[in-house]
């Protein structure tokens, strides 16, 4: 994925509403077989619906609800996995750089270096 690509994922959720985003039975609002995705602040974000013509088309509605509310939280815990993990490759990215190909005796202490790297936050 492209930095370019990761930069519009964290656009996309810095202008989402804030969360944690909460999932309610639409039966509470006189809507059964319904579910919603609330805000934190009980602001509406989503409704899914279990009307006449979406039950030709079954979907386990409650788990969309489910997917559609942990995304707020999901996503930018995702994404700062990614900036950990980049952050870990381009340690062992410049250790693995300093390394002479040819010259096997100094491989032994790169890969200590890099077995620190990788410990290290795990």
Not at 4 to 22: K, S, V
Not at 85 to 98: C, F, P, Q, T, Y
Request: aromatic share 6%.
């Amino acid at each position: 994925m492209t930095d370019e690509e990761l930069d519009a994922i964290r656009e996309r959720a810095a202008r989402a509403t804030a969360g944690p985003w909460l999932v309610g039975d639409g039966e509470l609002d006189g809507f059964p077989g319904s579910w919603d995705v609330w805000g934190s602040d009980y602001c509406g974000i989503a409704s899914l619906a279990k009307t006449a013509e979406a039950a030709k088309f079954p979907r386990d509605l409650e788990a969309n609800a489910e997917f559609i509310a942990h995304a707020r939280t999901d996503v930018p815990a995702l994404l700062s996995e990614v900036d950990r993990l980049r952050e870990k490759l381009s340690a062992i990215d410049g250790v693995l750089s300093k390394c002479d190909r040819g010259s096997r005796d100094r491989w032994p202490g790169a890969l200590l270096v890099i077995a620190d790297i990788v410990e290290e936050g795990s």
